[in-house]
């Protein structure tokens, strides 16, 4: 706009004339103004020493919207107002190109950060998620169909129809791309729908709860190393001031055997004043701090490995003798996760225990609490929500607690491509150094990174060429144009890796890349000695610890790729030491990722062709429960655009939310899974009718029924026994119900809780009952789970028993005993001591037994015999512990007679 003419400036600038009357001549700066008023002009940006003109301009336009915004201030710092007046600009829609700008301001060092989502005053202003679910394909029409059915046949004449254009038109020509081109849209789609993400979500606290002091007693295990440090102390010191009672155990190394940390609890709480006797309330562990190396297992954090013990002493067979009754399992890290923009992730070691915790949390939900992550330096109001979050966080088991406020982990989709248009694509160049390179996973991705065009593939493993079918692949590769270095080497040895990664460098063939896909798997029930933690930790971790530290430097590597699993995103049954160590690939992605390093983390789901999914009915046995194996092309595809996203970490895995959701959610409540439409549409049509979760379903299996109608008592309890028996073996995979034994705890018979409702589902159809999922959770054998069925079944009497002697379905069946046995039922036994109750129970149930002299502590899960609490094992009263007696009390043994039985009164705590 000229300020000669207040009009557009025209190509009289170029003469010299125009200068001259610019001189001479008055300025015309409100006419220009007015100019771009009218040509809708509302916002305004000064380039220039100070702001004198967007003074001028306010006065000289009437639209009282309009923003006049000086690009520099006297007297104030020039990148300051730069950017504020760039930022106002942006909110008033004026396209911006900000990596240009972070370019010049930060020295090129600046990186995009995905915007948190929630306010940083702690309110809410972004809308909600549509409740469709993000990851569904569009549906096709009937004119799609006949298109590209034509497309893939290549037929013109048909196509000429679809087109409305003559045959003899050059449509065959583009056809073969045409067809290329939807499959490999299609493939696309197919990878998008496997990925996903961890956010973090504002907490909402509602109820009564929210915000309650942990009064009680809290048993605070904490590192010897670290009992005094400032930061445990203002921790400790807090919650002491809230109105908790804590009784702080240090321990050390030498504590790591589960039975020696069980009796150190058991005379921390033993001895003392006699307060000490107090119910605990909770178990607070700060154990996870102690980040040096086990002293032999250096892999191994100390703090890890004193959590793997601790958490065997509170729920293994003779846990009762700890001392801590049911009191639930807390651990607090700091630093662990990246929660929040900006986050150090400096206890990157410590998210190990995270991996653990989420799979104590489906082993032993009852007794489990929640993982609780603070920053290294913590407010008075971070203090403060550690408080809140052992008592009001609700079904929230993963926090993080930051200066604004506490935060819990969603799992999210996460299409590599969700804005539409092509996806980009990384392309491999140089040296790929590829860890476990000669095993399944290392083959696939070799092949695909020299189709892509790598020079040259380096194929690490201990044993280089002599591992089998080497010399194949070294052909294939080759054939690819790919130059193929088999290298034996333990990537666990720092010096051997530096040697090889410093040779490959003397060579003239620096590494560029590295996919570090090497490690050992966890078999279910296995790795519970600390050798056996230690072997499956150290495979993981410990060749990715040594190449993040040879590749440190920014611009060092294009890609650093580190496989983990899924078992590190949501748990795994029987899986604490691969989980702990699949969930430190991911933090170690994350920490690089925040100092500018490359880095992405994928966590896969099971894979086909070659996977450990291909080995015996694994993959039966994983499509059943939602997790089908995906083909390794469609994997490849997906970690393709893994790495042209921005994401540190992803999830990528093929996953069935309506068989898998209610399989997860079946002992307690998932948050983490919660906000994923599918799960919500999905837990949302499982939950029962009415709430009546024990009534018959519409159409009962009619055979079944008559069947053991027509049975007598003690033949009905045979057959309904062997019903039960034979659908136990089926969900385990056993080829018959010789391999479930009658009275044998269904978690020794291998039972979690993905197969738990499994066999929820098929008692259910056999006998038309619409049951509770946490089914197996409540009966803890097959004998218990008999029973029960005979009373939903045949309320009016005839077992005999189920095979195991008289039970509760013969005692007093008026209506007014049933509710109050349903009301005890909903009572924790803690409230019931703390309440002073117990004794007079206890004194009901055996007359002159007081509480203690029966062999066993407060608490105690074992008989006398060491075995699991069984009433049908006992010989006397003095035998069991307070549970058995309270389940006596209730209902001779079993569980009351309510299909909806509370999930905070499992009994004989077998899960």
Request: net charge negative; hydrophobic share 45%; with cysteine.
């Amino acid at each position: 706009m000229s300020n000669l003419t207040g009009a557009p400036v025209s190509d009289e600038m170029g003469f010299a004339e125009f200068w001259v009357r610019h001189v001479r001549e008055a300025v015309r700066f409100a006419d220009g103004i007015g100019a771009l008023e009218a040509a809708g002009v509302t916002t305004y940006l000064e380039l220039g020493p100070d702001g004198v003109l967007s003074a001028l301009g306010q006065d000289c336009t009437t639209d009282t919207t309009a923003a006049f915004l000086p690009a520099l201030r006297a007297g104030r710092p020039a990148t300051e107002t730069l950017a504020g007046a760039l930022a106002h600009a942006f909110t008033r829609g004026v396209p911006l190109d900000w990596r240009a700008y972070w370019a010049t301001t930060a020295g090129g060092a600046a990186r995009w950060l995905d915007l948190p989502t929630y306010a940083f005053q702690s309110v809410r202003h972004w809308p909600e998620p549509a409740a469709h679910g993000a990851a569904a394909p569009a549906q096709e029409t009937p004119a799609d169909a006949r298109f590209w059915e034509a497309v893939e046949r290549g037929d013109l004449s048909a196509l000429a129809g679809e087109f409305e254009a003559g045959a003899d038109q050059p449509i065959g020509a583009v056809l073969p791309a045409l067809s290329a081109w939807r499959r490999e849209q299609q493939a696309q789609e197919q990878a998008d729908a496997l990925l996903y993400r961890v956010v973090w979500q504002p907490l909402s606290r509602t109820g009564p709860d929210a915000g309650t002091a942990p009064a009680g007693t809290w048993v605070v295990p904490v590192p010897a190393a670290g009992a005094d440090d400032p930061w445990v102390r203002a921790l400790t010191d807090r919650l002491t001031a809230d109105g908790a009672r804590l009784l702080t155990l240090p321990l050390d190394t030498a504590d790591t055997d589960p039975a020696v940390l069980r009796a150190r609890l058991a005379e921390r709480l033993g001895h003392g004043d006699a307060t000490d006797a107090a119910p605990v309330r909770g178990v607070l562990s700060l154990l996870a701090l102690d980040e040096r190396p086990h002293p032999e297992h250096p892999a191994v954090p100390v703090g890890l490995a004193l959590t793997a013990a601790l958490a065997e002493a509170l729920t293994g067979p003779e846990a009762g003798r700890t001392g801590c009754g049911d009191a639930p399992l807390w651990c607090v890290t700091r630093d662990a996760v990246a929660a929040a923009p900006g986050d150090p992730l400096d206890g990157a070691a410590q998210s190990q225990v995270w991996g653990l915790g989420r799979v104590l949390a489906l082993e032993h939900p009852d007794r489990w609490g929640g993982l609780v992550d603070l920053p290294g330096t913590c407010d008075e109001r971070t203090l403060a929500g550690l408080a809140a979050a052992l008592t009001g966080s609700g079904d929230e088991d993963q926090l993080a607690l930051r200066p604004a406020g506490a935060l819990v982990r969603r799992l999210v989709h996460a299409p590599a491509n969700a804005a539409g248009g092509p996806a980009p694509r990384w392309t491999p160049c140089g040296t790929v150094l590829i860890t476990g390179g000669t095993g399944a996973l290392g083959r696939h991705v070799a092949r695909r990174l020299a189709e892509r065009g790598a020079q040259h593939l380096v194929l690490v493993s201990r044993s280089g060429a002599d591992a089998p079918g080497t010399d194949r692949v070294r052909a294939e590769l080759e054939a690819l144009g790919a130059a193929v270095t088999l290298a034996a080497c333990d990537v666990t040895d720092r010096d051997a890796l530096a040697a090889l990664v410093a040779g490959l460098a003397a060579d003239g063939t620096p590494v560029r890349a590295v996919v570090h896909a090497a490690g050992a798997s966890q078999p279910p029930g296995t790795g519970t000695d600390l050798p056996g933690f230690a072997r499956v930790v150290t495979a993981k971790t410990a060749g990715a610890v040594h190449l993040d530290a040879l590749f440190d430097t920014p611009d060092s590597l294009d890609a650093f790729v580190l496989f983990s699993s899924i078992a590190g995103v949501w748990g795994g049954g029987g899986q604490g030491a691969y989980a702990a160590a699949n969930t430190f690939l991911d933090a170690l992605a994350e920490r690089r990722a925040a100092r500018g390093l490359a880095a992405t983390a994928v966590a896969w789901g099971p894979w086909a062709d070659g996977g450990m999914a291909t080995e015996g009915d694994a993959e039966e046995q994983l499509s059943r429960r939602g997790l089908p194996p995906v083909a390794p092309e469609t994997n490849l595809l997906a970690l393709e655009r893994a790495l042209a996203g921005r994401d540190a970490a992803v999830t990528a895995a093929r996953v069935d939310w309506t068989r898998f959701a209610p399989v997860f959610a079946a002992a307690r409540p998932r948050p983490l899974i919660a906000d994923l439409p599918e799960v919500r549409a999905t837990l949302l049509a499982q939950e029962p009718a009415g709430g009546a979760a024990g009534a018959a379903a519409a159409d009962p299996s009619e055979a079944v029924l008559a069947r053991l109608a027509g049975l007598s008592g003690d033949d009905r309890d045979t057959a309904l026994l062997d019903l039960v028996r034979e659908h136990a073996a089926a969900a385990l995979g056993h080829p018959s119900a010789d391999a479930v034994a009658a009275d044998r705890a269904f978690k020794d018979l291998g039972f979690d809780s993905l197969t738990a409702v499994e066999l929820r589902n098929r008692l259910g159809a056999a006998c038309g009952l619409r049951l509770p999922s946490s089914l197996v959770f409540d009966y803890p054998n097959p004998q218990a789970l008999t029973r029960h069925l005979l009373r939903t079944l045949f309320p009016e009497g005839g077992s005999g028993g189920a095979g195991a002697g008289a039970s509760g379905a013969d005692l007093d069946t008026d209506p007014q005993d049933v509710e109050l046995r349903r009301t005890l039922a909903t009572i924790p036994l803690g409230r019931i001591r703390e309440a002073g109750l117990l004794d007079t129970l206890l004194r009901l149930a055996g007359p002159g037994t007081p509480v203690g002299e029966s062999g066993h502590g407060a608490g105690d899960g074992d008989a006398a015999s060491g075995s699991p609490n069984s009433l049908d094992s006992l010989d006397s009263i003095d035998e069991m512990d307070l549970q058995g007696l309270l389940d006596l009390a209730l209902d001779g043994g079993d569980r009351p007679d309510d299909d909806t039985p509370p999930g905070n009164t499992t009994s004989n705590s077998n899960f």
